[in-house]
């Protein structure tokens, strides 16, 4: 079995004034268990450090330092300095700053974070998370090591940490809490236009449209993505409606309006995806309008989007 370096948090515990006390929730209470043997050494070694001991069926092992705080991980290389930032806000909580304010206000809600202990960013990821269990105890928030459990990883589509997951998102690398607040806190018709810009540009694209479909209806941004000055915007906004397409057709539909009442007022670039997005969206009662558009312009690459626009129709 693994030795792990508690020297760290010896050293730390010694410090303080006031007892911390864990939980370790696992299925076996003896030695030959990773979590029940790393919670026996850390009881022998730190005795500022009160731990509990659970048995349960879960095969799920963790060590919990509050209700909402659940580390499905043994704290070692980079996790130490988190783990320890983690106890020691039982004694002194998070100081409450501007970025954590509308914290409180969050429904209830689960976060989970997927790390390593060899990662040098996950760190970074995980101190801004933490602050957020104390501030709002109805956030749950779990850390996993994604190579202890892989299965875990394997299950969440996990290929490189720090990864961050709500829902059907996923922040990979890095996460502003603003950003999170905004998904969690408001309906998609409601999230700020640079969290969605940051969130295509971060490969989400998919999640949007899935966030789309769960709702029946475009949110209201949805314009000024499919109409956006940058090319990998608008290619972004494309893959979110081609979802939505695919799986909802009808729905898809519903953007045929917007799509028509935007075509005239921007570039011929931005034409040319836009009528792209009229076949993916369009019926045959469409057919007709871009036949119109096609007798009116003069550009050679849109009469040829248009073209192929309603072939895409036809072909539906």
């Known amino acids: 079995m693994k030795q792990y370096n508690i020297n760290p948090i010896q050293e730390w515990q010694k410090k303080r004034k006031q007892k911390i006390s864990i939980t370790i929730h696992t299925r076996r209470l003896d030695s030959n268990d990773t979590f029940y043997a790393y919670g026996k050494s850390l009881a022998d070694q730190c005795?500022?450090?009160?731990?509990?001991?659970?048995?349960?069926?879960?095969?799920?092992?963790?060590?919990?330092?509050?209700?909402?705080?659940?580390f499905h991980s043994i704290p070692d290389g980079t996790e130490i300095?988190?783990?320890l930032t983690a106890l020691g806000y039982q004694s002194k909580p998070p100081e409450m700053l501007?970025?954590?304010?509308?914290i409180q206000t969050l429904s209830e809600t689960s976060l989970i974070l997927f790390v390593s202990p060899h990662c040098p960013n996950c760190p970074t990821m995980l101190q801004s998370l933490l602050p957020i269990v104390w501030f709002n105890p109805k956030i749950d928030l779990s850390i996993i090591d994604a190579g202890l459990f892989p299965e875990h990883s394997e299950r969440h589509n996990i290929h490189s940490v720090p990864t961050l997951l709500y829902k059907s998102f996923k922040w990979t690398g890095e996460a502003k809490i603003t950003e999170i607040v905004d998904i969690i806190k408001n309906e998609p018709e409601e999230w700020h236009i640079k969290s969605l810009e940051r969130m295509i540009s971060e490969g989400k694209a998919i999640q949007l449209g899935e966030a789309v479909l769960d709702r029946g209806q475009f949110f209201e941004q949805i314009?000024?993505?499919i109409a956006h000055e940058l090319l990998s915007m608008r290619l972004g906004a494309m893959v979110c409606v081609e979802k939505v397409a695919e799986d909802n057709h009808p729905l898809a539909q519903t953007l045929c309006d917007t799509?028509?009442?935007l075509i005239p007022t921007v570039n011929e670039q931005v034409q040319g995806d836009l009528i792209y997005l009229s076949g993916i969206c369009g019926n045959d009662s469409h057919i007709p309008k871009l036949e119109q558009l096609a007798t009116q312009v003069n550009n050679e690459d849109i009469k040829e989007a248009i073209s192929e626009a309603i072939e895409t129709i036809q072909d539906q």
């Open 259 to 261: 799509i028509w009442t």
């Open 47 to 70: 005795e500022n450090i009160d731990i509990a001991f659970d048995k349960t069926t879960s095969d799920f092992p963790e060590i919990q330092i509050i209700d909402n705080l659940h």
């Open 98 to 102: 501007p970025l954590y304010t509308d």
């Open 81 to 83: 300095n988190p783990f």
């Open 223 to 225: 314009d000024s993505l």
